[in-house]
């Protein structure tokens, strides 16, 4: 089993940025690739980014034009979002997710999720 824990989440101006963190415990961190979803209220869940075990490979959604990064430390099983130039349609739950192998863009993919943190995006 893998434990994933959201942090970094909250309430932000439009134009500003967030990072938030997902802690992972329970397995060996380095052997998972990490996603990063969003679910906003009546829509469905939204592939972000996602990053291979070594960090050497990342994936983005279409939608975020270069506004959010994804990074990892695996010396910290932590994986980072830094979101830049937010805007209030990015107000959502934001999770992140664990899976082995690949990093792939479908969330049935992942087999490990956190609880998320909420993001607001205030204009």
């Known amino acids: 089993q893998v434990q994933l824990v959201e942090s970094g989440g909250g309430l932000v101006q439009a134009g500003g940025s967030l990072r938030l963190s997902c802690t992972a415990s329970?397995?060996?961190?380095?052997?998972?690739?990490m996603a990063w979803f969003r679910q906003a209220p009546g829509k469905e869940r939204e592939f972000l980014a996602a990053i291979s075990w070594s960090g050497g490979n990342t994936h983005y959604g279409d939608s975020l034009k270069g506004r959010f990064t994804i990074s990892r430390d695996n010396t910290e099983n932590t994986v980072y979002l830094q979101m830049n130039s937010l805007k209030p349609e990015d107000t959502a739950v934001y999770y992140c997710?664990?899976?082995?192998?690949?990093?792939?863009?479908?969330?049935?993919?992942?087999?490990?999720w956190g609880q998320g943190t909420q993001v607001t995006v205030a204009s």
């Open positions: 997710a664990a899976k082995l192998g690949f990093p792939l863009t479908m969330s049935d993919s992942y087999d490990y």
């Open positions: 329970g397995r060996t961190f380095s052997n998972y690739a």
